[in-house]
């Protein structure tokens, strides 16, 4: 069956940019053909079963198109590892915006303190305890000194730089995001093509296609700060709910949910 057309250029253009960095990266199509066999075959066994019968290889092969031997050799194939980057992303990040908004790591004004690293209230190794867990607090340091997100004094104060935790210069950590970040706007995007208006989930985007070079730093900065300052409101709201800085909320199951911003910029070709 034909792809339609809305669908196959769609295609085209979520896989430009991916091909664009794939390439940088030095991953050629074959390598790109098993990742997608294997993906492919994982979610027509997780997703597309018949209720009641447990999914076949036959019937994996036909809804993928893949043939019975490459579905079986696809299954087999070992699994990803744990996320250990998503996990130290997550961790660092729940560090600086704990530090923004808990009272006992603030000064009187309402701004991060500068703290002292050990101590148990009120220092950097009781909010490393609170918001990280048990990840030692000089590794957690480590991390945020070495994305300049912290500095810390000759006497030993830590101080916070920056408002959100961004690996400016770390390439795995970059493609980490790329994979999470993208994954979830898919995701969206494909939850509300398949439900009702009254379900869909916030999917919004402002964008104009007239604009002078000398307005986009401007908005730049404009969309930076209303950003940040929109994801540090959510962020509080978010916190007082999540089990791992409330082990007492309650409720049933457990979910991830969470806003996604980003800036774009893009020439405009006339042809």
């Not at 004094?153 to 980490?176: C, F, I, T, W």
């Not at 790329?178 to 995701?187: F, K, N, R």
């Amino acid at each position: 069956m034909a792809t339609p057309s809305p669908l196959r250029n769609a295609i085209v253009r979520v896989l430009t940019p991916l091909v664009r960095i794939l390439l940088r990266n030095g991953v050629s199509y074959g390598t790109f053909a098993e990742i997608a066999k294997e993906v492919f075959t994982r979610v027509a066994l997780q997703e597309f079963d018949i209720q009641g019968r447990k999914q076949s290889i036959s019937r994996v092969a036909v809804i993928t198109g893949l043939t019975r031997k490459a579905v079986k050799e696809a299954i087999v194939q070992p699994r990803e590892q744990s996320d250990v980057l998503g996990e130290s992303y997550n961790r660092a990040a729940r560090v600086i915006a704990g530090w923004r908004r808990d009272p006992e790591f603030q000064a009187p004004d309402g701004r991060p303190e500068r703290l002292p690293f050990n101590g148990p209230t009120g220092s950097f190794s009781a909010l490393v305890k609170r918001y990280s867990g048990d990840v030692p607090a000089r590794a957690i340091l480590d991390e945020l000194k070495r994305v300049k997100a912290v500095a810390q004094s000759e006497e030993g104060r830590v101080e916070l730089l920056a408002r959100a935790y961004l690996p400016a210069n770390d390439a795995q950590m970059k493609l980490h995001i790329l994979g999470s970040d993208v994954s979830h706007l898919i995701a969206t995007i494909g939850h509300n093509l398949h439900n009702e208006p009254s379900q869909a989930h916030l999917q919004r985007k402002v964008a104009y296609d007239n604009l002078p070079q000398e307005a986009l730093a401007p908005f730049r900065r404009m969309a930076t700060e209303k950003a940040q300052a929109l994801l540090e409101t959510l962020d509080q709201h978010l916190s007082r709910q999540d089990r791992d800085n409330r082990p007492e909320v309650g409720g049933t199951g457990r979910y991830k949910a969470g806003v996604g911003i980003y800036y774009f910029e893009e020439p405009v070709n006339d042809e």
